[in-house]
């Protein structure tokens, strides 16, 4: 009997499970418009000059290597869910039986003014380097004029991406940038902006009172109860009405599904792609969408938070449903299984939640480092973050300040 076919489009955290899950049952094909994974959770120490681009992007087809799971790289332009078709944008008209939609999420602007035009975003290599970029000629700037002239660099949303970004920026400025030239390092400042009244919302109340002090001894200015009304290139309009400066702004506020959803005759609420619990798409059994743009929600009713272990799990279990589905069985709903959370802040700085355990300091510092080189995908990558690491330990340097996005 010949396979079924699954294509499965996007080759992040829960694609590239299900792919590999898959791969010995079904004739799969991956699709990314990218040839690498990136491994989002460490997209903020690229931009702020603490670890190499590559060591975060790892060769989609290295990961595949021998596994038989083909891969195109492309993006859909549409579905024909009655023909069963993925249209591609490199011409590609791919045949499956089932169809796993899996490509992630996108920055949310809310629709405040300014925000698309003058923010930068954290959601690719492409993003994190232009940050980085722009970090640094805002240093070289202030290198060559002594008018007294200072540089904010603001980070919005207060969630764990812009705690993590903020609390790197700080110690950028106060470690590397502060030895290459102090003088102009001091007039570089770091301000978090969160529209809640705490920072990381989703831990316990000390934990975000314990992550506040951190941020605040490295420097960083925290503003909560803080709405932004208006973005432009140079200043922030608050909720309030006053106008402050901002050199840079750094959008961390909001996510919502990848876009491309729209054109893939999919249904949509709040978007996310509406999904039965068994993660099946409403009213499309052959397609499952999982990950960032699946709104499937758990068992408070609420939808579930787009972090990689959700991804995970769920490429995981819809490998297992289409397996079974295959030989005939019904499929079964999917359960998340949180096993905690954890942000860092900085150096020996860094807060771990699971269920009624909390830590923070050192040790959970030590359990974050751990886990992210745990889940890095690549010998390579995963030495190449140790190196970087450990050189930026001992010298308190960050070797990787270089602006590569202009000849
Ligand atoms: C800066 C940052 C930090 C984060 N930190 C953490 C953390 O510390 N811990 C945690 O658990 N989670 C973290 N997350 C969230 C986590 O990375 C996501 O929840 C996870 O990546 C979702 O997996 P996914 O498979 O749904 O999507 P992704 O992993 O984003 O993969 C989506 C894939 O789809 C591809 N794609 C997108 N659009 C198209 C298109 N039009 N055509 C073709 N391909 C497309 C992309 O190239 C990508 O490869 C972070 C996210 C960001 C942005």
Known sequence: MPQSRVVILGAGFGGLTAAKSLAKHAQVTLVDRHNFQTFLPLLYQVSTAGLAADHVAYPVRGALRDSGVGFSMGSPVSIDHSKKTVTLDNGQVLDFDYVVIAMGSSTADFGIKGVAEFTYAMKSVHEALAIRASVMRHFEDLCRVDDGSSCELTVVGGGPTGVEMAGALAELVRGPLKRDLETVASRMHVRLIEAGSRLLPSFDQKLSDRTKLDLEKLGVEVLL?????????????????????????????????????????????????????????????????????????????????????????????????????????????????????????????????????????PLAWLAWLWLHLFYLLGGRNKIGTIADWTWNYLTFDRANRHIIDEL
């Open 225 to 361: 109860n803080t709405a932004v009304q208006e973005v432009t290139r140079s200043d922030i309009t608050l909720g309030s009405g006053e106008r402050i400066q901002s050199s840079m702004t750094i959008w961390a506020a909001g996510v919502k599904g990848a876009p491309v959803i729209h054109s893939l005759d999919l249904p949509i609420e709040r978007e996310r792609v509406v999904v039965e619990p068994t993660l099946q798409v409403k009213d499309l059994p052959h397609a499952f969408a999982i990950g960032d743009l699946s709104g499937s929600v758990g068992v408070n009713g609420q939808l579930l938070p787009m972090v990689a272990p959700v991804a995970i799990q769920q490429g995981k279990w819809v490998a297992r449903q289409i397996q079974g589905l295959i030989k005939g069985t019904r499929p079964e709903p999917f359960i998340y299984k949180d096993k905690g959370s954890m942000a860092t802040i900085g150096r020996h700085k860094a807060v771990v939640q699971v269920n009624n355990f909390k830590l923070a300091g």
